[in-house]
C-alpha cells in the first residue's frame, strides 16, 4: 500500500494518466450521453450508422460493453491496487488501455465498412486485456478473495464477442444481450454488496448514529448463490416458469439483504441513498423478469430489462462514478445540488422510458423524452466532475 501511495506522490504526468478511474469515468460520461443523443433518430431511422449491427444491437451493445465496460474498468483500475498494495496503471500503459476501449468504440460503428471480424478483434480487445491485467495484479498480490471479481470480469469479455458472434449468425444478440446484462448485475450485486454497507457504516458512525449495517454472513453468501443461477436461468430461458420462480426469490432475497442496511437513515445524504437506491433496482429488476418469465404476455420483457439497464446499472454506475471521483481527487464527499440533480434525470429517465414500454399511442414521444433525461444527466456529470477528473 505505501508503494502505490508513493507511486500515486511521484507521478508528475498529467493528471488525466494518474489513475484509472480518471480517463475512463471521463470516457464512460462522454460516451453515455453521445450514443444517447443519437439513439432516437438511430431507431426511428432518421440516422443510419455505417455499422454492422442492426440499430438496436449497436445501442444494446455500446451501452453494456462500450459505456458498462468503462466504468468497471475506471472502478477496479483504482479498487485493485487498494486491494494488493501494487502499483496502480498509470502513464503510457493506462493510455494504451484506454485507447483500446476508444479503438473499440470506432470499430464497432464502423463495422459495416471494415467488417465484423475486424470490429470482434478490435473491439474483442480491451476487455480481453483488462481481464488478464486484473487477473494478474489479483494474483501477483495473492488477493484471492476478489480472484471472483476477475472472474466476472473475463465472463463479460467472453460475452462482448459472443454478442458479435451472435449478431452476425443471426441478426440479433438476445442470448450475449442477457448475459452482458445479467453479468453487470451481478457485479453490483457483489461489489455494491461491499460498498454499499462499509459506506452506510462509515456515515452512521459519522453521525455518530448507534444502528449499522449487518455485515456481510452465510445467509448474503446464500443469496449471491442464488442471484446467480437466477441469472444463468436468465440468460439460457428467460421465459422458463422455474426461472422465473429464481428470479421471484433473488429480487425478494436481495430486498431482504437491502434492508439490513440501514438505508432509511441516510436520507440526509445523497451520495450514500443513491447506493442503496440503484441496489434496490437491482433487486427490482429480479421481480420484473421473473414476471416476465411467468407471464410474458401480461409484462414485456423489456419492463425488466430496462430497469435493470437504466435504473441499476445506469444508476449505481454514476452513483460509484461521483463518490469515488470525489474521494480520489480529495474532494468532501458532499453531493452538490448539480449532483442531485443528476440522480434524479437518470430517475426521471427510467420512469419516462417505462411508460413507452406500455403506451404505444406516446412511446415515441416518452423514448424520445427518456433520452433527453438521460443525456441532461451525464452532461451534468461532465459539467460537475470532468474538470476534477482532468486536472492534478
Request: proline content about 4%; aromatic content about 10%; overall charge positive.
Amino acid at each position: 500500500m505505501a508503494r502505490t501511495a508513493q507511486t500515486q506522490r511521484a507521478y508528475r504526468g498529467p493528471g488525466l494518466w494518474s489513475r484509472g478511474f480518471r480517463p475512463f469515468f471521463l470516457a464512460a460520461g462522454v460516451w453515455a450521453g453521445l450514443a444517447i443523443a443519437i439513439w432516437p433518430a438511430v431507431f426511428l431511422g432518421e440516422l443510419s450508422l455505417p455499422t454492422a449491427f442492426a440499430p438496436v444491437e449497436w445501442h444494446v451493445h455500446e451501452m453494456l460493453f462500450g459505456y458498462g465496460a468503462a466504468v468497471v474498468a475506471g472502478f477496479l483500475l483504482t479498487a485493485i491496487p487498494n486491494w494488493t498494495g501494487r502499483l496502480p496503471v498509470a502513464g503510457r500503459a493506462l493510455m494504451l488501455l484506454a485507447g483500446l476501449w476508444c479503438a473499440g468504440r470506432v470499430a464497432v460503428l464502423v463495422s459495416g465498412l471494415v467488417g465484423w471480424g475486424v470490429a470482434l478483434a478490435v473491439d474483442g480487445a480491451f476487455l480481453l486485456a483488462f481481464a488478464l491485467l486484473a487477473g494478474r495484479e489479483v494474483i501477483a498480490g495473492r488477493n484471492w478473495r476478489n480472484a471472483k471479481v476477475v472472474a466476472v470480469v473475463l465472463a463479460l469479455a467472453g460475452a462482448n464477442m459472443a454478442f458479435h458472434l451472435e449478431a452476425q449468425a443471426t441478426g440479433a444478440a438476445a442470448t450475449a444481450t442477457r448475459a452482458g446484462i445479467g453479468l453487470l448485475v451481478f457485479l453490483i450485486l457483489l461489489v455494491g454488496g461491499r460498498v454499499v454497507p462499509s459506506f452506510t457504516h462509515n456515515w452512521l458512525a459519522k453521525q455518530g448514529i448507534a444502528q449499522r449495517p449487518v455485515p456481510f454472513g452465510r445467509a448474503d453468501g446464500v443469496v449471491m448463490m442464488l442471484s446467480a443461477l437466477a441469472l444463468l436461468g436468465w440468460i439460457i430461458t428467460p421465459e422458463n416458469p422455474l426461472t422465473g420462480g429464481l428470479l421471484l426469490a433473488a429480487g425478494l432475497s436481495n430486498l431482504w439483504r437491502l434492508t439490513r442496511w440501514q438505508g432509511l437513515r441516510t436520507m440526509s445524504d445523497p451520495l450514500v441513498l443513491v447506493l442503496h437506491a440503484g441496489f434496490a433496482l437491482a433487486a427490482l429488476g429480479f421481480l420484473a423478469t421473473g414476471g416476465h418469465a411467468l407471464a410474458p404476455h401480461h409484462l414485456p420483457s423489456a419492463f425488466g430489462l430496462h430497469v435493470w439497464a437504466i435504473g441499476a446499472i445506469g444508476g449505481m454506475t454514476l452513483a460509484i462514478m461521483t463518490r469515488a471521483t470525489l474521494g480520489h481527487t480529495g474532494q468532501a464527499l458532499r453531493a452538490s445540488p448539480l449532483t442531485v440533480a443528476l440522480y434524479i434525470c437518470v430517475l426521471v429517465s427510467l420512469l419516462l422510458r417505462a411508460g413507452a414500454i406500455f403506451s404505444s399511442s406516446y412511446f415515441v414521444m416518452l423514448l424520445g423524452l427518456s433520452a433527453v433525461f438521460w443525456v441532461i444527466a451525464f452532461l451534468l456529470f461532465l459539467a460537475s466532475y470532468g474538470p476534477l477528473l482532468c486536472r492534478r
